[in-house]
């Protein structure tokens, strides 16, 4: 299983550290915790992309 931070995660997605900061915080992006550091499952992110793909073609 391969995760990601906060940082390495903004950077796949081309968006500042406080955009998927608010992004977690309003439960809209798939992550977990370890104490207090956000992680991000790659394989996770990337289901989560195409779904949205998916969702923006209706």
């Known amino acids: 299983m391969t995760t ?3 940082a390495e ?3 796949k997605l081309k968006v500042s550290t406080s955009t ?5 915080r309003k439960k809209q992006i798939p ?3 370890i ?3 956000i992680f991000f499952r790659v394989d996770t992110l ?4 195409a779904n ?3 969702g923006g073609m209706k």
């Open 20 to 24: 998927v900061y608010e992004l977690v």
């Open 31 to 33: 992550h977990f915790r």
């Open 9 to 11: 995660t903004a950077g």
């Open 52 to 54: 949205l793909e998916v």
């Open 46 to 49: 990337e289901s989560w992309i």
């Open 4 to 6: 990601l931070t906060v």
């Open 35 to 37: 104490g207090q550091k």
